[in-house]
């Protein structure tokens, strides 16, 4: 059902399985014919369970122009990477976005290694989560923002307080054209599970997509997959699309992500 999908990961990351060929042969295997290479961004210190480590990134990059080469005339593959916004890791953001074809912003974290956005339960912590998806979108570090609503993760309840973090999220989106990603990845993966106000999938969440739909911000889906074998069902963009049903959501199946990243580099650099 999906043709293109720009958020791959590799075993690099040490919570994805697979060789990096076996993606690409699933991959063609469930009829897609664009695939993004995006695995987790490597920093100034190692975390061997959460992302490659940076004696693995050139390997990286070589693996997979490699098999560009070797596929070329199968599939359309791309080297990317998946960021976070860390303004003290900038250097190293600097080389990712200068390397890599594309890079899609996934905050999995306020700081590095700190303040996880899987933990939070307070109204601040999601107001500095946006700040640092602004900051990103702002100075071109990314070409869309992944799992966007990844915040709700442990948040207890659908409040006013998320209505507004989805409301700047949306605005964000709109004045820096920036692509927000539907991910159908472990947010839904690991089923529903039960908030305050009710049982709900981690992420995505209907309530940013409502915000979404409103302003009709750009919308990717993207798989998020960390086992090749999970390219032939569609049994988890079904779970993603369900949290959106009935919402008139701007999805673009066709977006030319490599050629908005030339062009977002140019306010980066
Ligand atoms: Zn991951
Ligand atoms: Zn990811």
């Known amino acids: 059902m999906l043709k293109t999908n720009w958020h791959t990961h590799t075993y690099r990351c040490g ?25 987790h961004a490597p920093y100034k210190v190692p975390c061997s369970s959460e992302r490659m480590d940076y004696s693995q990134y050139e390997d990286y990059k070589h693996s997979i122009l490699s ?11 791309f080297l990317g990477m998946e960021v976070e916004c860390y303004r003290d890791q900038w250097d190293d953001l600097s080389r990712y976005r ?9 905050q999995h974290n306020l700081d590095l290694d ?29 070409d869309y923002v992944a799992h966007p609503d990844v915040c709700m993760y442990s948040y207890p309840a659908m409040d006013e307080s998320v209505r507004k973090i989805a409301e700047k999220i949306a605005d ?10 539907l991910n159908a990845g472990s947010g839904v993966r690991y089923g529903m599970h039960r908030y305050q106000d009710g049982m709900r999938y981690a992420y995505p969440t209907r309530m940013f997509f409502e915000e979404f739909a409103k302003r009709r911000t750009k ?14 069902t569609d049994k988890y963009i079904n779970r993603a699309l369900s949290v ?3 919402l008139d959501c701007n999805i673009i199946s066709n977006y030319d992500l490599v050629k908005a990243a030339k062009k977002r580099k140019k306010t980066f650099f």
Not at 16 to 27: L, P
Not at 117 to 133: A, C, K, M, P
């Open 67 to 77: 098999l560009k080469k070797k596929y070329q005339e199968k599939i359309n593959i």
């Open 244 to 246: 959106i049903e009935g």
């Open 15 to 39: 919570h994805a399985v697979g060789t990096d060929e076996e993606y690409v042969v699933k991959a063609l295997q469930a009829g897609l014919t664009t695939l993004g290479f995006s695995d």
């Open 219 to 232: 919308i990717i889906v993207g798989l998020d997959i960390h086992d090749p074998g999970l390219f032939k």
């Open 172 to 181: 964000i989106s709109i004045k820096y054209d920036m692509p927000m990603e």
């Open 114 to 142: 700190t303040n996880s956005s899987y933990g939070f339960t307070q109204s601040w912590q999601l107001e500095e989560y946006v700040d640092r998806i602004e900051y990103a979108c702002a100075h071109g570090l990314c």
């Open 98 to 106: 200068r390397e890599m074809d594309y890079c899609i912003l996934g």
